[in-house]
Nanobody, 115 residues
Framework: QVQVVESGGGLVQPGGSLRLSCAAA????????MAWYRQAPGKERELVAT???????NYADSVKGRFTISRDNSKNTVYLQMNSLKPEDTALYYC?????????YGQGTQVTVSS
């Protein structure tokens, strides 16, 4: 069963940057599409970005041009570089295989964008 651990969240001012990391285990990481989701208080969980085994990427319209997803197969890790952060990016960010399966999400890492 896949196990993921997210890290790198924190409090940042509008316009700032953060890089999230997600370490995965229990899967053939290099063969799996990975994804970042986020969930803001009172809202449904939404897909932020995906990256395939061949490093093809896809982004939600709300983050295009600001966020970059990448992966390092030698470290079984996927990253989310977030630039030009906005208050509406405030959420709990989750990593998972894609498509998600039961129990594939981690505990998440909190990102708060506020002045």
């Amino acid at each position: 069963q896949v196990q993921v651990v997210e890290s790198g969240g924190g409090l940042v001012q509008p316009g700032g940057s953060l890089r999230l990391s997600c370490a995965a285990a229990g899967i053939r990481f290099d063969r799996n599409t990975m994804a970042w989701y986020r969930q803001a208080p009172g809202k449904e969980r939404e897909l932020v970005a995906t990256i395939t085994s061949s490093t093809r990427t896809n982004y939600a319209d709300s983050v295009k041009g600001r966020f970059t997803i990448s992966r390092d197969n030698s470290k079984n890790t996927v990253y989310l570089q977030m630039n030009s952060l906005k208050p509406e990016d405030t959420a709990l960010y989750y990593c998972t295989i894609y498509p998600p399966s039961t129990g594939s999400y981690g505990q998440g890492t909190q990102v708060t964008v506020s002045s």
